[in-house]
């Protein structure tokens, strides 16, 4: 008999916090065999700087449930997700940081909870051990996203929860460029709660989204979700169309039927600059629409791997 199919598989993306893996895998092996179940963790380093492949290639040698992806290059967390997603055998199946700041402790939570017939258990994190810019930042994606979009979301949730393989099964075949873990999950529909767990401060390194990555992901984002931004462009311009009919017909007025000289050569120049920026404004929008079809269009892998640990057949 070949070894037992693994319960649990829990996926790690793994970016900048080497010196925590070894903790990280021992309190997740730990946590999971007293549920208890059988297990598989898939560290993926998403071309970590301070070379923590090395510590992952250790780690998979000494524990064969411990498989290591190596990609080519830095895709980013939500690709390197993606990844190791792609190569789960779990029947259900955790996300969570690298950094341990999501508690590995709290697996055992999530799946106890997802026991009471939920597909989906998302870990709600109350008090955030993390920066007020980084909380207000979150809060602020989340109420523009939820506008653009017409999503209620939870600005308190981010990649830690657990799925069962049939969700797994749905994200996988959702192939597009611009990804977002917790908001694919949420936009499925399956059938979802949440518990409240504990947040730690971080044990190594520090944040890779600067303020400028949250703009740009959350421009991908609502861009790859949305066409309202489109529709609102469209209804500027045709009040702006509006407006300057309106105007237009009162100046009309003024000179056949008050026998009052228009004049104003500044306003008229400041009208036109005013309408000028308006439009390359709404053809850069319609510019990201383009730009973000044609990466779709491509058809380029969305992430691609150099080196595989302990692989195992799906």
Known sequence: MGPAKPVISVV???????????????????????????YEIILVNDS???????????????DKQIIGIDL??????????????????????????????????????????????????????????????????????????????????DHTVANFSIAHRKVIEGFRQMREQSRLYPLFLQWMGFKSSNIVVEHNERSEGKSSYNLKKLVTLATDTIIAQSNKPLRLSIQLGFFLSLGSFLYGLYLFMRYFFMDEHVQGWTSVMVSLYFIAGLMFFNFGIIGLYIGKVFNEVKGRPIYLIREQINEKKQ
């Open 48 to 62: 970590s700087p301070d070379h923590a492949w090395q510590t992952i290639t250790d780690l998979a040698l000494e």
């Open 72 to 153: 080519a290059r830095n895709f980013g967390q939500h690709y390197a997700i993606t990844a190791g997603l792609d190569h789960t055998n779990g029947d259900w199946v955790v996300v969570m940081d690298c950094d341990l700041q999501d508690r590995p402790e709290e697996i055992s939570s999530l799946y106890h909870k997802a026991q009471e017939g939920y597909e989906v258990v998302f870990a709600k994190r109350v008090e955030r051990q993390d920066s007020w810019l980084k909380k207000m930042s979150s809060k602020v994606f989340y109420r523009v996203y939820d506008y653009f979009t017409g999503q209620v979301s």
């Open 12 to 38: 790690v993306p793994v970016y900048g916090c080497r010196s925590c893996l070894r903790d990280l895998c021992e309190r997740v092996r730990t946590t999971i065999l007293s549920i208890p179940a059988d």
